[in-house]
């Protein structure tokens, strides 16, 4: 008999503890069915309070200073801000050209190739055609770099498509969480120079190159 108290008394404990008193709203901190010392609650846990002490930083303090460059939520964008992270003029037009931070030289056009070939030449192809090894596999519209629409883009609408994505027929993602803004933009120089690369004949080329191709 003594055991049948036991488990009628182990289940109703059980029930309460699955079932009772859900839904229900507490002043008070919550009861802990299980001994602290065996099954330490949260409120045991270890956690840093706000400006108090913590031995972990050589400061000894517990509050830390914000990253160099951090940019308040409500702090409006400088024009240049706008341009590079936004892709866009203060008045909401796309930028055409690029921020006024960027250096365009051949290190940037080179990172930007780098960038170019693990992020979208698989979908783009290698010279921007559209021919990428995605095609294969049935993904057909993928758009050509060389069509005029796109050449006539604004860089800043070539870098928002890069930053937020294309769909839903385009069926493209944004990179904004695996591309930095500087990295997206240098995408953008790379991609400029695929279509001018397109479009490059003989009196382009500088005459001591010329020389050099006669040879």
Known sequence: ?????????????????ILGLRGGYFTKSP???????????MKFTSKVRTQGE??????????????????????PFTEDDSALYLGKSQDGSWVRGYPASIKVDLAFVQRGKERYAIYCAPCH?????????????????TPSYHDDRIRQLPEGDIFDVITNGKGPAYQMSGYADKIEPKDRWAIV????????????????????VKMELSK
């Open 189 to 208: 120089a790379y991609v400029r120079s695929l279509q001018r690369a397109q479009l490059g004949t003989i009196n382009d080329v500088p005459a001591q």
């Open 54 to 75: 913590f031995a972990f930083f050589s400061d000894g303090r517990a509050d830390r200073l914000p990253p160099s460059g951090v940019v308040a939520h409500s702090q």
């Open 1 to 17: 008999m003594r055991n049948v108290y036991l488990i009628t008394a182990f289940v109703v404990v059980l029930t309460l503890s």
């Open 125 to 141: 192809g290698n010279v921007g055609d559209g021919n990428g090894v995605t095609k294969r596999y049935g993904m057909g519209a």
């Open 31 to 41: 009861i802990d069915v299980f001994p602290d010392t065996l099954f330490p609650g």
